[in-house]
């Protein structure tokens, strides 16, 4: 008779995404996703996969539980609205204190050599996405509300992603709620009514 598992696949998860979002993808070794993950290393690649493999199910984690928030986000009637709500929830996320600071992408892109290559291309295209996505509804959503004066859809859209993840790097360096919002808001009062 098979021995049942002694441990909790959705814990063991949340764990290793705790890991990986504080130490970055280079930084998180299998014996640390071990410990903190209260598995041995065999049970890891056993239950997981590979180490890249375990890192996508973290990742289809975070933008479940994590990333909800860019929907609603994305669904608001004008620009400014868009990147507001979407500024101020990655505020909310990367500064809140209940997880580890800054985003688990982000923070997994900013340190990876040529052996993870495909990792940092992965984490590139997800970036990529959010600039498509806000350049779209930028687009259609500028007649109900006006774009930064000068900038087209597109150029509004690199902006706000790029904010975005200028938030995340700055609030992994300990930056405060405080003063991440000051950024926002800033960025926003340039931004017509």
């Given at each position: 008779m098979a021995r049942p598992r002694s441990f909790s696949e959705p814990a063991a998860l949340q764990a290793a995404l705790s890991t990986f979002w504080q130490y970055g993808y280079e930084g998180t070794s299998v014996e640390l996703l071990a410990e903190s993950m209260k598995m041995n290393k065999a049970s890891i690649y056993r239950v997981f996969g590979s180490k890249p493999e375990l890192f996508e199910r973290v990742r289809e984690l975070y933008h479940r539980d994590y990333l909800g928030f860019r929907l609603s986000s994305l669904a608001r009637e004008t620009p400014k609205e868009i990147a507001s709500e979407?500024?101020?929830?990655?505020?909310?996320?990367?500064?809140?204190?209940?997880?580890?600071?800054?985003?688990?992408e982000t923070n997994?892109?900013?340190a990876t050599g040529p052996e993870n290559e495909e990792v940092r291309a992965?984490?590139?295209?997800?970036r990529d996405a959010l600039w498509g996505l806000l350049a779209t509804r930028f687009e259609e959503t500028k007649d109900k509300g006006p774009l930064p004066a000068g900038m087209s859809a597109e150029a509004a859209a690199g902006m706000v992603s790029t904010l975005v993840q200028?938030?995340?790097?700055?609030?992994?360096?300990?930056?405060?709620?405080?003063?991440?919002?000051?950024?926002v808001d800033a960025v926003l009062s340039v931004w017509p009514s």
């Open positions: 979407l500024l101020h929830g990655m505020i909310e996320l990367h500064a809140e204190g209940a997880t580890p600071a800054g985003c688990l997994a892109a900013l992965e984490l590139a295209q997800s200028g938030l995340a790097v700055q609030a992994k360096s300990g930056r405060s709620r405080e003063e991440l919002s000051a950024v």
